[in-house]
């Protein structure tokens, strides 16, 4: 096969998995083992609930969407781990812990037996860029994406979801909302996408 050809098949083929929900950013294993899994619990019963109102899940093509997070010291985060929409119920191990995010590096940290969420990067922006957030929620939605669109604070359309321009986009937005009460930013570079954090679970659920 002609060199020129090879590349462009090997572009496309790059092109077409960037977007079909597969991790983004490089990544160390620091542990399989998680510290304080019992912190999860409540997390755990949302993402259940959010399951059941197809908020997240994952598509007739088998790529998951949404996930869900919980501060636990500092900059660190549980965070649902990658390829687990299929699941209506999660157990500890579906779970992982990061560690350590790189933003500059793409590169991300953990703790687990998982690879973390493809958009770990975003999840930690947010709890960087709003120190009272303790928990984020990502989801789909056609019919709120559509409604809120533009009418929310939104992402601009060019950015695409799980990279640091994504997670940097959600960071400058979150500089612009001064208020600590559950809020919801609309992903407009990752069709359907919202984002909902704050510091009490159950309000920034509902």
Request: glycine share 6%; proline share 4%; hydrophobic share 35%.
């Amino acid at each position: 096969m002609h060199p020129k050809l090879q590349l462009l098949l090997d572009t496309l083929k790059w092109f077409h998995l960037m977007n079909e929900g597969v991790i983004k950013y490089s990544y160390t294993q620091h542990s399989t083992l998680l510290p304080d899994s019992v912190s999860i619990n409540h997390l755990n019963r949302w993402r259940t609930r959010l399951h059941t109102y197809n908020l997240l899940g994952v598509y007739d093509n088998g790529v998951g969407f949404g996930n869900v997070s919980r501060r636990y010291l500092l900059n660190q985060f549980y965070i649902t781990a990658s390829a687990t929409g299929k699941n209506a119920v999660l157990d500890s191990q579906a779970y992982v812990l990061v560690t350590h995010v790189d933003i500059e590096n793409n590169h991300v940290g953990y703790m687990g037996k998982m690879t973390p969420s493809s958009e770990s990067l975003t999840h930690s922006e947010i709890y960087q860029a709003a120190p009272h957030a303790r928990y984020v929620l990502h989801v789909h939605s056609p019919l709120l994406w559509n409604k809120y669109k533009d009418q929310l604070p939104t992402t601009s359309e060019q950015v695409p979801y799980g990279t640091p321009a994504m997670a940097l986009e959600v960071k400058q937005l979150l500089r612009t909302i001064t208020s600590k009460e559950p809020q919801v930013i609309v992903m407009g570079g990752h069709t359907d996408g919202l984002i909902a954090y704050g510091s009490n679970l159950d309000k920034t659920g509902k």
